[in-house]
């Protein structure tokens, strides 16, 4: 029988551009030696966008994959979320309307959200949430793109641990009475204390420090205090991370014992490799985006899909899917595959 409160992925989609700039480029426009990006900020490669990939484009593009894969026809999705960055192909602008039109959603409607890199795990909850209080909402399509990478002054040492950001688009469809990959229970944290610690001087209605900025490049990522915020996140910034994965499964019924696997956001190695350990996983429970770099609140789906294309995600897996974003925010999902 088909539980009608169940909501299951009914697939993904990915689109990553053919550009790449390697860990010798970033060594070469930021001076910080190569052995240092590959083995500390953990890059080797990462995907940077071509003419046409613009933000809500790749988005489109992957959504696109997503129903080829399912065979889905898009006039039965109900509800459009965009999910990708608010830097897109214009500053005031709704996304969703435009990833609806292309695809071809035309009994859809939708909207933007946006909690940076927790983005995708936000949207799963509301999505969810949504679905369960609405028997009009079926079917859900969630995708968006992402190119902060753009946004990165490679010589602004503040930002160094913002050179992972690369580019690409994700997609997931969520259905409602769907027995199988099912979306279980999510656990966000958020903390507004870091609000204004990562900002892009200019552009709102706040004036540029210009005197701050007069070095690097306008229009790019600035860190004002970087001592005093990594200060401050070495205080929260793991235990969050971690209580999020922990509160997602008790919700969902698990624990930390019952991972299969963790979908986590690319980041330094040596935080990876903590988050790892502290929940008693082996490095083979996870996959580590050295090859894609940081492609925002897309690595979820990213490493979801390269998690059940290498045979690590099976039928029955315990799934986690954990991410945080510069404001800040963290977030987990569990899923329960196959």
Same mark, same amino acid.
């Given at each position: 029988? @088909?539980?009608?409160?169940?909501?299951?992925?009914?697939?993904?989609?990915?689109?990553?551009?053919?550009?790449?700039?390697?860990?010798?480029?970033?060594?070469?426009?930021?001076?910080? /030696?190569?052995?240092?990006?590959?083995?500390?900020?953990?890059?080797?490669?990462?995907?940077? /966008?071509?003419?046409?990939?613009?933000?809500?484009?790749?988005?489109?593009?992957?959504?696109? @994959? %997503?129903?080829?894969?399912?065979?889905?026809?898009?006039?039965?999705?109900?509800?459009?979320?965009?999910?990708?960055?608010?830097?897109?192909?214009?500053?005031? *602008?709704? %996304?969703?309307?435009?990833?609806?039109?292309?695809?071809?959603?035309?009994?859809?409607?939708?909207?933007d959200v946006a909690l940076r890199c927790s983005t995708t795990v936000m949207a799963l909850k509301v999505a969810?949430?949504?679905?369960?209080?609405?028997?009009?909402?079926?079917?859900?399509?969630?995708?968006?793109?992402?190119?902060?990478?753009?946004?990165?002054?490679?010589?602004?040492?503040?930002?160094?641990?913002?050179?992972?950001? %690369?580019?690409?688009?994700? %997609?997931?469809?969520?259905?409602?009475?769907?027995?199988?990959?099912?979306?279980?229970?999510?656990?966000?944290?958020?903390?507004? #204390?870091?609000?204004?610690?990562?900002?892009? /001087?200019?552009?709102?209605?706040?004036?540029?420090?210009?005197?701050?900025?007069?070095?690097?490049? @306008?229009?790019?990522?600035?860190?004002?205090? /970087?001592?005093?915020?990594?200060?401050?996140?070495?205080?929260?910034?793991?235990?969050?991370?971690?209580?999020?994965?922990?509160? #997602?499964?008790?919700?969902?019924?698990? @624990?930390?014992?019952?991972?299969?696997?963790?979908?986590?956001?690319?980041?330094?190695?040596?935080?990876?490799?903590?988050?790892?350990?502290?929940?008693?996983?082996?490095?083979?429970? #996870?996959?580590?985006? #050295?090859?894609?770099?940081?492609?925002?609140?897309?690595?979820?789906?990213?490493?979801?899909?390269?998690?059940?294309?290498?045979?690590?995600?099976?039928?029955?897996?315990?799934?986690?899917?954990?991410?945080?974003?510069?404001?800040?925010? *963290?977030?987990?999902?569990?899923?329960?595959?196959?």
């Amino acid at each position: 029988m @088909t539980d009608n409160r169940s909501i299951g992925i009914l697939g993904t989609g990915m689109y990553i551009p053919k550009q790449v700039i390697t860990a010798q480029q970033i060594s070469e426009a930021s001076g910080v /030696p190569e052995h240092i990006v590959r083995t500390k900020l953990g890059i080797t490669q990462k995907p940077i /966008p071509g003419e046409e990939d613009h933000s809500c484009a790749m988005g489109i593009r992957a959504a696109q @994959t %997503a129903l080829q894969k399912t065979g889905l026809d898009p006039k039965e999705i109900d509800l459009v979320i965009y999910i990708g960055e608010e830097y897109k192909e214009y500053p005031v *602008w709704t %996304a969703a309307l435009k990833l609806q039109q292309e695809i071809g959603a035309h009994n859809a409607w939708g909207f933007d959200v946006a909690l940076r890199c927790s983005t995708t795990v936000m949207a799963l909850k509301v999505a969810q949430s949504m679905m369960l209080a609405d028997s009009s909402i079926r079917t859900v399509m969630l995708a968006g793109g992402y190119r902060n990478g753009d946004l990165i002054d490679y010589r602004n040492p503040r930002t160094r641990f913002m050179f992972n950001l %690369a580019a690409g688009g994700g %997609a997931i469809i969520l259905r409602k009475g769907m027995n199988r990959n099912l979306l279980l229970e999510s656990a966000l944290i958020t903390d507004g #204390s870091f609000s204004e610690d990562v900002i892009i /001087p200019g552009g709102g209605t706040q004036k540029a420090d210009i005197g701050q900025q007069e070095r690097f490049a @306008t229009g790019c990522f600035d860190v004002p205090d /970087p001592e005093g915020m990594k200060e401050r996140l070495e205080q929260k910034s793991m235990a969050n991370f971690l209580a999020v994965v922990r509160q #997602s499964l008790q919700r969902s019924g698990y @624990t930390e014992h019952d991972i299969d696997y963790i979908g986590i956001l690319h980041m330094k190695k040596s935080a990876h490799d903590y988050v790892l350990k502290e929940l008693n996983l082996r490095e083979d429970q #996870s996959i580590y985006l #050295s090859d894609y770099g940081h492609i925002g609140q897309m690595d979820q789906i990213l490493s979801l899909e390269l998690g059940v294309d290498s045979g690590r995600i099976k039928p029955g897996s315990v799934v986690v899917l954990v991410s945080a974003g510069i404001g800040y925010a *963290w977030g987990a999902t569990t899923l329960k595959w196959g």
